[in-house]
């Protein structure tokens, strides 16, 4: 731990954390290591991991305390818990009840920050102070940390968020003053909490993209964006939020829990057949649809593009590594 320098903005960071220690240690140097003219308060909020998390926690606690590691900011205060709690988002809002910074972020703990995000951060906020959310670019990486795609980030439009993932989390950050003026998280959701965040502060806040990198996101086996034992709630928590806040239920939204739906129940030689899947999912979305919305809804005349019509016949994973990307280059 290290002395904050009084006049310097200071970015509290969360990170939740369980069973992920193969992982951790890229997330905790990629705080610890941001260089520039802030203080960071960084919690890590471990849910009682049985793997070696704790000891990669309490390593980098000992080489901050004993200056063994080169802080490169105006000071980082070190803090961290391991206890059981009710999930990752029980763990962040524990987190968040400790942070002290007026700028805030969290970063799971198999994420990275790429240098300079946090000042980035703090500059976009000096320059535009009435901006409640700000966010930057992102690459999707592995297991072994080689790029697999780009995260689609656009300029902030609120109506969009409801049929597009427009913003990534790990690269997201917001003032203290409207993520309380919202509420915080919504401690009901399990998979979305981020999104809805979004919502709710795009709702009365301005949000600014900026373009430029400013983390990765990692993809793999156990991750709740792609596992499969969670996939087809967090797409139905997804479709449940965004019904709630827009009073509509977007077919692209149908459409993926339907074709995860498809996917698992049909049988097993029909379900390794792409263009099976997919016309048994337009099938079941064009039916759910018509119930969820009491008939067609306008918006959804918007969304039956090409680019979405040649989404239905590739996997998740494609559509969100887009693998025809230009940038992907070896590792971050």
């Given at each position: 731990m290290t002395n904050s320098v009084p006049g310097f903005p200071v970015i509290s960071i969360i990170t939740p954390s369980y069973n992920q220690g193969a992982f951790l240690a890229a997330t905790i140097e990629s705080v610890?290591?941001?260089?520039?003219?802030?203080?960071?308060?960084?919690i890590i909020v471990d849910g009682g991991s049985s793997d070696n998390s704790v000891d990669i926690i309490k390593s980098y606690d000992a080489r901050l305390h004993n200056g063994e590691w080169p802080v490169s900011c105006r000071g980082i205060t070190y803090r961290w818990v391991?206890?059981?709690?009710?999930?990752?988002?029980?763990?962040?809002?524990?987190?968040?009840?400790m942070a002290r910074g007026e700028i805030q972020a969290w970063l799971n703990s198999d994420d990275t920050y790429l240098g300079?995000?946090?000042?980035?951060?703090?500059?976009?906020?000096?320059?535009?102070?009435?901006?409640?959310?700000?966010?930057?670019d992102a690459n999707y990486i592995d297991a072994e940390g080689s790029i697999i795609g780009s995260y689609r980030s656009e300029e902030f439009d609120l109506d969009k968020l409801a049929s597009a993932n427009i913003i990534c989390q790990p690269a997201a950050f917001f003032r203290r003053d409207p993520f309380e003026a919202v509420g915080g998280l919504d401690g009901t959701l399990?998979?979305?909490m981020d999104f809805d965040l979004w919502i709710r502060i795009?709702?009365?806040?301005?949000?600014?993209?900026?373009?430029?990198?400013?983390?990765?996101?990692?993809?793999?086996?156990?991750?709740?964006?792609?596992?499969?034992?969670?996939?087809?709630?967090n797409s139905e928590e997804a479709l449940a939020v965004t019904i709630r806040h827009f009073g509509w239920a977007p077919l692209t939204?149908?459409?993926?829990?339907?074709?995860?739906?498809?996917?698992?129940?049909?049988?097993?030689?029909?379900a390794r057949n792409r263009f099976a899947v997919a016309v048994a999912a337009m099938f079941c979305s064009f039916i759910r649809s018509l119930?969820?919305?009491?008939?067609?809804?306008?918006?959804?005349?918007?969304?039956?593009?090409?680019?979405?019509?040649?989404?239905?016949?590739?996997?998740?994973?494609?559509?969100?590594?887009?693998h025809n990307n230009d940038n992907l280059s070896g590792k971050p």
């Open positions: 610890i290591g941001q260089e520039g003219d802030f203080s960071i308060d960084y391991s206890e059981r709690d009710k999930g990752q988002t029980d763990a962040l809002m524990n987190g968040f009840r300079g995000a946090l000042q980035s951060a703090v500059d976009l906020f000096r320059h535009y102070p009435e901006t409640g959310l700000m966010y930057g399990d998979f979305v795009g709702s009365r806040f301005p949000c600014r993209h900026l373009p430029g990198l400013l983390a990765t996101y990692r993809l793999h086996e156990t991750s709740k964006t792609i596992s499969n034992d969670t996939l087809f709630r939204r149908v459409y993926t829990s339907c074709s995860i739906l498809c996917k698992a129940r049909l049988p097993d030689m029909l119930y969820l919305n009491h008939g067609i809804h306008r918006n959804d005349l918007k969304l039956l593009t090409g680019t979405n019509f040649r989404k239905l016949f590739k996997s998740r994973l494609e559509i969100m590594t887009d």
